[in-house]
């Protein structure tokens, strides 16, 4: 089991910047291929940010291609979501989640939410413009 909890949302001006963290307790956070999500008012949780359990794969979407970055340190425990040049349609909750341990090969990342087993409750970003 691994317990992820989010931090670091609030309200930002577009343009502005914000450090998503999520903490990670239980099993070896290591092994762990992670990714970030997020959930817009009356829209589907969508795939923002992934990176292989080796660190040494990252993906993104489109959306947030050159304006996010996601890292990790496994020594704390915690994965990031750097946010950058923030525009209010990056507004939602964000949700930290990660796949079963050593999912996939050394570079292997994912977008499918079906394929993330642990979840955060999440953290509101707003963006206003």
């Known amino acids: 089991q691994v317990q992820l909890v989010e931090s670091g949302g609030g309200l930002v001006q577009a343009g502005g910047s914000l450090r998503l963290s999520c903490a990670a307790s239980?099993?070896?956070?290591?092994?762990?291929?992670m990714g970030w999500f997020r959930q817009a008012p009356g829209k589907e949780r969508e795939f923002v940010a992934a990176?292989?359990?080796?660190?040494?794969?990252?993906y993104y979407a489109d959306s947030v291609q050159g304006r996010f970055t996601i890292s990790r340190d496994n020594a704390k425990n915690t994965l990031y979501l750097q946010m950058t040049s923030l525009m209010p349609e990056d507004t939602a909750v964000y949700f930290c989640?990660?796949?079963?341990?050593?999912?996939?090969?050394?570079?292997?990342?994912?977008?499918?939410?079906?394929?993330?087993?642990?979840w955060g409750q999440g953290t509101q970003v707003t963006v206003s413009s």
């Open positions: 990176l292989s359990w080796s660190g040494g794969a990252t």
């Open positions: 989640a990660a796949r079963a341990p050593y999912s996939g090969s050394y570079y292997t990342t994912s977008t499918k939410l079906s394929e993330y087993e642990y």
């Open positions: 239980g099993r070896a956070f290591s092994s762990h291929a």
